[in-house]
């Protein structure tokens, strides 16, 4: 039982390392790598007090190397989302139960760890399981990732100690309960902060959770989980489970105690889950909650004002690190006539400099593309932008997968804004752009708002503040992250909370205090200390 009001170390954001030539974590990272490659590790699932192993091994290869083998997980099935469904609830007294700073201290300790003795081994895990170089790797699987459950924990104690007022004779309380049943966290590939994030954020407002990574991002899953058993979280509050969406969704969208969903990913599976749950809403013993941050066709748009060298470096980085792969990747760009020719030029100059190979090698600027699958649709993408007339493909454009899974950044110019690679989502390293008249800027900016379904990033380039604040205005609904002067990609937890609406989600910001609100369910207490002992009232006399 709780015997104070506790204040929780202040959050500061994670110091990224540099692993600039020389440094003591290029050293130790490097060694890591090596370890981690010399070695076929087996990977179980983690349901309740148990390493689950089914028997049915699937291998893990670096998405650059993919005759390699970093080791085997074990597929389960149907019958191992039910185990982890009656681990969930079979953890949920104790864990609802558990004082709050206890569960703070746990997910703090993890956040230590990871910044410590299991940095390296979990950048390694994100750089060869998902093909991220040492940089990307840094910022995600180990500082975000920190942030999230440092902030998280921050957040958490505020939510609790948000109370109502009390009139006299009266005390008012509230409490924030965790949702009944269990939640369901889907997580993707692109990120191990997401991965570690959406289950972690449910567990902390005293959810038990049923966790399904992407198979491609098994590998640093595993690793997480292995830091949050060392940091002392109980059996069955987080069930790691390697099943297929569908068995996933078969077992857990039929059950009553299904408490709510926590997911990253395509648009359209998110809909299809939606329409599931909605279907079977009358099921479940409560409303479930829907969290989703899903897909976006974000853009970046300059106007006449902005400096050249500014545009092409926020669509070299905001556009192919790692490879397009973010939910947030400048995908379409507008860039004004007067501006155009020096833009080209400076960004064929970066994209003809960058590196392209394994991460282990660290000059290499990009990296493979996550798989077969995601190879064949963007490379798809790739040749039917180049059989249309209205497109010229300014750089790049190449691709092979014999050792690994590499496309060439490649930049398409388009004569046609509405044209495929404009409209949809690629998730790849393919940027289109369209040279407006430098003089219609306003008629562009409406043209930026109808174009895509989306609304997850967007930014705006310009040394004129008038059309800096015309853009904003105008573009209000299509990002829900936006940026002045800067790429559309690199949100910051606790500086930038991050989601979007439209097509791109609900917009329930990771990495903010009303994230973490969507987990609780609040129960008001009203306390009377002299209760009356009469109905009437004055005015009846």
Known sequence: MSKGFYKVPHPKNETVLTYGPGTKERAALKQAIEEARSKVIDIPMHIGAEEVRSGNKKPISPPHDHKHILGYYHQGDKGHVEQAINAALGAKEMWSGLSWEQRASIFLKAAELLAGPWRFRMNVATMLGQSKNAFQAEIDSACELIDFLRFNVHFMSEIYHEQPESSPGVWNRMEYRPLEGFTFALTPFNFTAIGGNLPTSMAMMGNTVVWKPSNTQIYSAHVFMQILKEAGLPDGVINLVYVSGPDAGEVIFKHPDFAGIQFTGSTGVFQGMWKTIGANIATYRSYPRIVGETGGKDYVIAHKSAHPKEVSTALSRGAFEYQGQKCSAASRAYIPSNLWDEVKKNLVEDLNSFKMGGPEEFSNFINAVIDEKAFNSITGYIETARKNPMNEIVAGGKYDKTKGYFIEPTIILTKDPSSVTMCEEIFGPVLTIYVYNAEHFEETLELVDK???????????????????????????????????????????????????????????????????????????????????????????
């Open 451 to 541: 174009t895509s379904p989306y609304a997850l990033t967007g930014s705006i380039l310009a040394q004129d503040r008038y059309a800096i604040e015309l853009a904003a205005r105008k573009l209000v609904n299509t990002a829900g992250n936006f940026y002045i002067n800067d790429k559309p990609t690199g949100a910051v937890v606790g500086q930038q909370p991050f989601g979007g609406a439209r097509g791109s989600g609900t917009n329930d910001k990771a990495g903010a205090k009303a994230n973490l609100m969507r987990w609780v369910s609040m129960r008001t207490i009203k306390e009377t200390f002299v209760t009356p002992r009469d109905y009437r009232y004055p005015f009846l006399d």
